[in-house]
């Protein structure tokens, strides 16, 4: 599908999506916890759904009601077929780990554009836990043998993927002996594992490490069935703060100020970059401001890179974002992407491992390849409402986590058609 896009002006009020992140969290915690959990405001997208459909298989209990859900958890047996995670690489990392508690064997299968993302840190760690599992060549599908995991100490990298972490965290504490998690390389996206730690301190578990996350010590105790309630997605919200900061205004609600979500630093950027911003309660506004560049460490935030660096490339002079080599192991090589799309607009690129140079100029419409990822499909509709005649290829990937994205444009008077 196709997104035609012409030149509009933005204004309006809408609601942050609900956090991808907390939400499989969230469910993680609900199905290792014995009884019933109810996770409200979960978002419904598609990987959220993979991860639905993944803890169904392995006996967990899920009812969608009234915008929640009722997770009845604790009780996992062996699936009765693959565990499909689709392109959610948080749900084929996390299930990795919680698929050695359960009994018998599942086998974890991808899509495509996941199959080639990293797995193999993850599965190592498992195997020197004692796991059996194992992958296809370094790449799923993943097998794991599942049952009483013993626990222990276990070292793994934190400069590849927080997610691999976290995968850890949930099941540490349903270990026979507890774990400790020694990371062998400085930690990225730490905003991501405070995320993990205080969805599992809001379901009883206690997490003991250092002030550096390099050290994590957990006794063995058992998960506690609450009612959790899933915040805003300011990785989502990036996006719709970013449109009112360069073709309107826009207001988004549903957004906590005091998250541990990363991405929330998308409003200290466009401070940074001289855009007008208003924060009240729970909503973030922001209004057409004649933007400056900056230099920026993505390296916490590193979904943030398409969305920062669109509005470099609308911004005066040259920004230098940092801290941006693991996009190129996301749904797309992210830094290729942008490249190429801003280059397509008419912006002057350079490109090197870690970093990335943009020098700001007036955009011009183009078809940008979205490469299928959702980041990047929605970051280009930014510069595409300012500059008009852009075409994004592949629309339709907001699917997996933003599925009512190009409506909620429409709603705002972004002029937009889905062709195809």
Same mark, same amino acid.
């Given at each position: *599908? ?31 916890? =014995? ?55 948080? &749900?084929?990392?996390? *299930? &990795? ?5 359960? =009994? ?15 797995? !193999?840190?993850?599965?190592? %760690? ?6 059996? +599992? ?5 790449? =799923? ?53 405070? !995320?993990?730690?205080? +969805? ?38 990036? +996006?719709?703060?970013?449109?009112? %900061? ?18 929330? &630093? ?29 230099? %920026? ?16 490339? *609308? %911004? ?28 397509? !607009? ?31 499909? !929605?970051?280009?509709?930014? =510069? ?12 339709? +990937? ?23």
């Amino acid at each position: *599908m196709r997104a035609l896009i012409s030149r509009s002006n933005i204004r309006g009020k809408i609601a942050a999506p609900p956090s991808k992140s907390y939400t499989l969290r969230g469910l993680a915690c609900a199905a290792l916890a =014995p009884g019933k959990s109810v996770l409200s405001n979960p978002l419904d997208a598609d990987d959220t759904i993979a991860a639905r459909n993944v803890f169904r298989e392995i006996g967990v209990g899920i009812e969608q009601k009234d915008g929640s859900w009722m997770v009845i958890g604790g009780n996992f047996h062996q699936p009765a077929a693959d565990l499909y995670c689709g392109e959610s690489a948080g &749900t084929l990392r996390f *299930m &990795t780990a919680i698929c050695s508690l359960v =009994p018998g064997i599942c086998r974890l299968t991808a899509a495509p554009s996941l199959a080639r993302r990293p797995i !193999m840190p993850l599965v190592e %760690a498992l195997k020197s836990l004692g796991i059996n +599992c194992g992958t296809d060549g370094g790449s =799923p599908p993943v097998t794991v043998h599942g049952g009483r995991v013993r626990g222990g100490r276990v070292e793994l990298p934190g400069d590849i993927s927080s997610q691999y972490v976290t995968a850890l965290l949930l099941i540490a504490p349903l270990t026979a002996e507890g774990m400790e998690i020694r990371l062998t390389s400085p930690l990225q996206s730490k905003p991501y594992i405070m !995320m993990t730690l205080d +969805c599992m301190k809001a379901f009883g578990i206690e997490v003991r490490y250092d002030a550096d996350l390099s050290v994590f010590e957990i006794s063995p105790q058992p998960y506690h069935a609450v009612d959790y309630t899933i915040e805003g997605d300011w990785s989502s919200a990036s +996006c719709l703060v970013a449109l009112g %900061a360069v073709a309107g205004k826009t207001e988004v609600t549903n957004l906590t100020a005091s998250s541990r979500q990363a991405d929330k &630093t998308i409003r200290t950027i466009l401070e940074r970059m001289g855009a007008r911003i208003a924060v009240d309660n729970n909503t973030i506004s922001a209004s057409r401001s004649r933007l400056h560049a900056l230099q %920026a460490d993505l390296s916490d935030c590193i979904d943030l890179l398409p969305t920062v660096s669109v509005l470099a490339a *609308m %911004a005066e002079g040259e920004s230098e974002l940092t801290g941006i080599k693991r996009a190129r192991l996301k749904e797309s090589d992210r830094v290729a992407a942008v490249k190429s799309g801003l280059q397509r !607009m008419g912006i002057n690129v350079i490109e090197e491992e870690d970093r990335i140079f943009i020098t700001g100029a007036k955009p011009r419409g183009t078809v940008i390849d979205s490469k299928g990822d959702h980041r990047i499909a !929605m970051a280009f509709s930014i =510069p595409g409402l300012v500059a008009g005649d852009t075409v994004i290829e592949g629309a339709e +990937c907001v699917a997996k986590t933003f599925p009512a994205y190009w409506d909620v444009l429409t709603s705002l008077g972004a002029k937009v058609v889905l062709d195809g």
